[in-house]
C-alpha cells in the first residue's frame, strides 16, 4: 500500500520558518516528481513547487515562493522537503504532497494540473501565518 504522509505544518509570525516534510512508504520517491501543492481557504489549490526525478533533480517554484522557499529529497530517508523561510500570511493553507507525471513536473507551477498527471496525495498538513 502506497502512503504518503505530511509533516511539519504548524502556527508560525510572518517572517519565521517551517520545514514540512513527506514521507513515502511504498513507493521509493527518487524514482517521482513530488510537488507540493496548497490549499487556502476559500481557493482553489494551487502547485507550490516540484522537483523532478533524481536523475535530474531539476526544481520548480511558484514566482510568489521563488528565494523563500526550497524543495529537496533525502534518497535514503525516501522523503521530500518543502524548507519554507520568510513566511507570510497569504502563505496560510493545508500542504499537500503527492507524486507527478515526472514529464509534466514544470506544469505544477504554471497552472491547474489535471488529474491525470496525479499519482499519489498525502493527506495534508495546515500551516498557518498569524501574528
Known amino acids: 500500500q502506497v502512503r504518503l504522509v505530511e509533516s511539519g505544518g504548524g502556527v508560525v509570525q510572518p517572517g519565521g520558518s517551517l520545514r514540512l516534510s513527506c514521507a513515502a512508504s511504498?513507493?521509493?520517491?527518487?524514482?517521482?516528481?513530488v510537488a507540493w501543492f496548497r490549499q487556502a481557504p476559500g481557493k482553489e489549490r494551487e502547485g507550490v513547487s516540484c522537483?523532478?526525478?533524481?536523475?535530474?533533480?531539476?526544481?520548480y517554484y511558484i514566482n510568489s515562493v521563488k528565494e523563500r522557499f526550497t524543495i529537496s529529497r533525502d534518497n535514503a530517508e525516501n522523503t521530500v522537503y518543502l524548507q519554507m523561510n520568510g513566511l507570510k500570511p497569504e502563505d496560510t493553507g493545508v500542504y499537500y504532497c503527492?507524486?507527478?507525471?515526472?514529464?509534466?513536473?514544470?506544469?505544477?507551477?504554471?497552472?491547474?494540473?489535471?488529474?491525470?498527471?496525479?499519482?499519489?496525495w498525502g493527506q495534508g498538513t495546515q500551516v498557518t501565518v498569524s501574528s
Open positions: 503527492a507524486t507527478v507525471f515526472s514529464a509534466h513536473a514544470e506544469n505544477v507551477v504554471r497552472g491547474p494540473v489535471p488529474k491525470s498527471d496525479i499519482g499519489y
Open positions: 511504498g513507493i521509493t520517491l527518487d524514482y517521482f516528481a
Open positions: 522537483i523532478s526525478p533524481s536523475r535530474d533533480d531539476t526544481v
